[in-house]
Structures are given as structure tokens and as C-alpha cells.
């Protein structure tokens, strides 16, 4: 009898843990996806990241498809489209790949517990992380909350290998049930802001190994160096397609444990040590997301939930930064590469979250939100994180008083100031020295350079010092109010 393979963030055949079990036991297979009602959840996929799953499911369907199988999409709730399936199919068996997102984790127990109950085999497995967060504690049986230990703890434990997948032809059922066309997903934008996205990014399986064998060959011997700046690519750009799911960690692991092969050493350099332990990271957002479910819009440290925020009226602040007109280059430099392309390097992801909750002294979830909906990787467990670190309420989260002065961050992180030229074109043209700050720049040199500050550059809508006293003066009401 047949086999319904729900595929979901995990649009993938190579190491694909439910995929393998569901040809070993045997019968057809039928593989689905259900674009899901996005309910009471605010957490469904954003914007950027709907327009990467479209072409992600469209790769999915022509791999099944060059082996006799095809992806059936449906839409709405999970049980009951499920359900449908099975009665068309026949099926007694739904095979998946966990989540772990809470409200994920609560459909796919009230999925699983409605089959079982209805007599069909339901079994789940892990595709998406090295170590599962209901498998992990600390020596006190609790959750970790900080990474080092975290990680100590994770890298003494065997890391499986991925399975691998040689099957040329999937066996199909006798009949394919209804099917929607993609396009009926309604993952596309209805207007076409995603020229940028097109440029960047190739979506699908092929596209994550190349990449992966890109910088294992180029980039990941000098990662410890590289990964810091922003005007060179000097990280992996795996993330959006290990959200996903068209990559695991596991085949990075893999990847990775190859380089060092010959010498018997792993890791088998500083770089690779430093891009596993942020590989480590993602398995470290994963832990805390699934044990701390309130996360995505509460503090993990409480006594943040009282943190006196500046007032918004009408929007204007948080308008400034989403746009990139903040008058610091380095903070619009990066959001307007993530409006751009869909992604923002880490060390400017770290710039632009601070000025957002210590410089304006805005809310953290307004910017978890906005980058939730560009983003490309944006994913539910990092972003969390992300965030949470980066206002200091979080799980070994960079203290408070920690203030990034942006022009500092953005000499040393972007030297020559390429990064924002790229990003920020009206500032092509002033010289190194003035940059990162061009309202210290004398008269001339802006003339020559043909800024106009307040007119084709925004002036810096805070001052940074007065800004950094008001963040601490903050702070500071915060812990006497504990
Ligand atoms: P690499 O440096 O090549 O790292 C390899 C992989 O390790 C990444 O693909 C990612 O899966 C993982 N990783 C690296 N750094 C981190 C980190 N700090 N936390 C968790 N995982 C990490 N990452 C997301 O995938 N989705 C998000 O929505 C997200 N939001 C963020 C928000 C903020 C405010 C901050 C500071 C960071 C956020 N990150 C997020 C983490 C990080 O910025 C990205 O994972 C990274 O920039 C992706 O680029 P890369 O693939 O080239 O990373």
C-alpha cells in the first residue's frame, strides 16, 4: 500500500531520512506539500522566504519527477488534506521529517495523534539538525542557555552520517491524486519587487551543493578571518537553503570532515572549527526555540518584557531604518542589501539589530518582524536568537550596556568602505577617510563627492553619543525597576 511522504521544510531527496524509510518499506509513494493555513499563527512564512519556497518546490518536483514520481501540492489545513490524500490513495502510512517550531511541533502532534487514532502508520524522523533538541540536557536534566557548554556537550556525541539516495525511479502509485498548480500556492509576489532576489539566489538541492562545494574548496580555510566582513564573500551563504531544508547539516558535517581526510585531522583548520561551531549555533537556536517556545515574542530573560522603549509615533523611526536612510552608512548599507537581495551579512545583521533597540530604542520583535519578511533565510530558531542576543534579553546574549557605535563597526569591518558603496551609491564617491561618517566631512569634499546631506543622504536621524546615554540611562530604570 502506498506511502504519503509529506515533505515541508525539508525539500530534499539526498539525505532525507523519511524519504529513505518510506522506499524501504516498501509500496508506492506518493510525496506531498501542503502550503498550510496560516491560522492563528503570525510565524507563517514571510515574503522573501515564499518566493524561494515556490522555486524550491519547483527543483523538488523535477528531481521527483526525472524519477518517475512528482510532487502533489495541496493547500489548507494539514489533517484534513492528509486525509483526503489517503482516502484517493489508499495510503496507510504518512512519513515526515520533524519541526520544531512551536507551532510546527503542535500540528504535527495533533497530526500524528488523529491518524494513529484512525489507524494509519505514522512515523517522523530527523532531517534538519545534528542534535535534536528533546535529546539534549545538561548535567541538572534542564535545557542549555549557554553555547560553549552547549556545544562541548554536542561535539562528544556521535554526528550520524547523511544517507544518500542512489534510487533512479521512486515507485509511483496507480493513479496520482489532484494536484494544484503552483501557482496556486500564492507564494509568488503580486508585484514584482524580486528582481534582486532572481539576480542572487539559485534555490533548489543542486544550487545548495554547489555552493556548499564552492566554499568548501575556496572559502573555508580563511572563514575565521573572512567571516567578519561584510565587503567580501567571505561566509558560505548556505542559510537560506539549510532553512529550507534543500541542504542538511549533516551533508555539511560530511562535507567538511572530507577536507581533513588525508592529514586524519579534524577539524582540519581553524577556519573549518569556527564554521562548524556556527553551524553549532543553528543546533543551538533549535535548542532553545523548541524549550523556550514563547521566544519569538518574548524576552527569554523576563525582567526585559518592562524595558522602557522609545516612543514611535506614525511609524517614522522604524520607517527610516527599513529603508536604509538611518544617515549611518554601514546600518543602510544592510538594509538595503537584505531589501535587495533577501539576506544580510552576520556581522551587519549584528550592526543593524543594535542600532534598532539601543540607538532608536525600538522594540526588538519590530525588527525580528521585518527581517522576517525579507529575508530569504529567515527562519523562526536564528532569527530569535538573532534578535534576542542582539538586545541582550536572550539566551548568552551580548550585554545590554554593549553599545555597537556604528561608524566604528563599519571602519573596521568594511576598511575601504566598499560595502557601502555597493549598497548606498549616492555615497560612491567620498573619499575612505569620511565613509562611515559623511556628516564629519568637510563642505568640499561632499560638494566634489555630490552629497548633499538632508537632501540625497539622509543627516543621522540619532546622534550616537546622546543616543548611547539615553540606551544606558534605559538600561538603567530597567534594573532598578527589578
Ligand atoms: P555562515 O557564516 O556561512 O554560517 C553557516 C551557517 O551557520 C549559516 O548558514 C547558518 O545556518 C548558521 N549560522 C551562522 N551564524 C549563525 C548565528 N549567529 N545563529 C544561528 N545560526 C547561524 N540566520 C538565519 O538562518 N535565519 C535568520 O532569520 C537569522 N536572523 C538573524 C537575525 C539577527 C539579528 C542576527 C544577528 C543573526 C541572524 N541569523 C539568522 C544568523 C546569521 O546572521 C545567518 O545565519 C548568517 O548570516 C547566514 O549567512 P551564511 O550562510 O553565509 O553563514
Known sequence: TPTLLWFRRDLRLQDNPALMEAIARGGAIVPVFIQEAAGEDQWSEGAASSWWRHRALARLDEALRARGSRLVLARGD???????????????????NRRYEPAQVATDRAVKAGLRAAGVEVQSFNSALLFEPQSIANKQGKPFQVFTPYWRHCLALPIAEPVRCAATALPAPASWPRSLALDELGLQPTIPWDGGLRENWEPGEGGAMARLKAFVREGIEGYA???????????????PWLHHGEIGPRQIWSAVKAIGRESGVFPPHNGARVFLSEIGWREFAYHLLFHFPR???QPLREEFARFPWAEDRGGTKLAAWQRGRTGYPIV???LRELWHTGWMHNRVRMIVASFLV???????QRGAKWFWDTLVDADLASNTLGWQWSAGCGADAAPY?????????????????????RWVPELARIPVEHIHAPWEAPPAILARAGVTLGENYPRPIVDHAQARAEALAAFKELRRGN
Do not use: C, M
Not at 578571518?225 to 542559510?239: C, I, K, M, W
Open 78 to 96: 494539514a489533517a484534513s488534506v492528509l486525509r483526503e490524500l489517503i482516502e484517493a490513495t489508499g495510503a496507510e502510512a504518512v512519513y515526515w
Open 225 to 239: 578571518e573572512d567571516r567578519n566582513r561584510p565587503d567580501h564573500a567571505g561566509t558560505s551563504r548556505l542559510s
Open 295 to 297: 521566544t519569538p515574542e
Open 332 to 334: 543602510d548599507a544592510g
Open 358 to 364: 539601543k540607538h532608536q530604542r525600538l522594540p526588538w
Open 401 to 421: 550596556f554593549r553599545i555597537f557605535a556604528p561608524v566604528l563597526q563599519g571602519r573596521k569591518f568594511d576598511p575601504a568602505g566598499d560595502y557601502v558603496r
